[in-house]
Nanobody, 124 residues
Framework: QVQLVESGGGLVQAGGTLRLSCAAS????????MGWFRQAPGKEREFVAA????????YHAESVKGRFTISRDNAKNTVYLQMANLRPEDTAVYYC?????????????????WGQGTQVTVSS
């Protein structure tokens, strides 16, 4: 079983920067595609970004392209989400997820394991 723990959330002003981290317990961490999703109250879970097993390919939702960057350090079993130029509409609980099955990288149902989430709040 893979356990994922997010950290780094908080309250920031619009235009600010925040970095989220997700630490994994799994020693075969490098076998998993890693993704970030977010969910605001009353809304569906939304794909944010994903990264391939060795980090050579990344995918970002159109709404965050140019502002957010996903990365991973397999030696540390950790994935990151660097967030810049934050907007109030980025406010949500952010979840880290791991995937080792076939299917779309952007579909939440294709991910096997999930963290508990970390709150990001962007004020105007």
């Amino acid at each position: 079983q893979v356990q994922l723990v997010e950290s780094g959330g908080g309250l920031v002003q619009a235009g600010g920067t925040l970095r989220l981290s997700c630490a994994a317990s799994e020693r075969t961490f490098s076998s998993y595609v890693m993704g970030w999703f977010r969910q605001a109250p009353g809304k569906e879970r939304e794909f944010v970004a994903a990264i391939s097993t060795i980090g050579d390919s990344t995918y970002h939702a159109e709404s965050v392209k140019g502002r957010f960057t996903i990365s991973r350090d397999n030696a540390k079993n950790t994935v990151y989400l660097q967030m810049a130029n934050l907007r109030p509409e980025d406010t949500a609980v952010y979840y880290c997820a791991a995937k080792n099955v076939a299917g779309s990288y952007s579909y939440h149902g294709n991910y096997n394991y999930w963290g508990q989430g970390t709150q990001v709040t962007v004020s105007s």
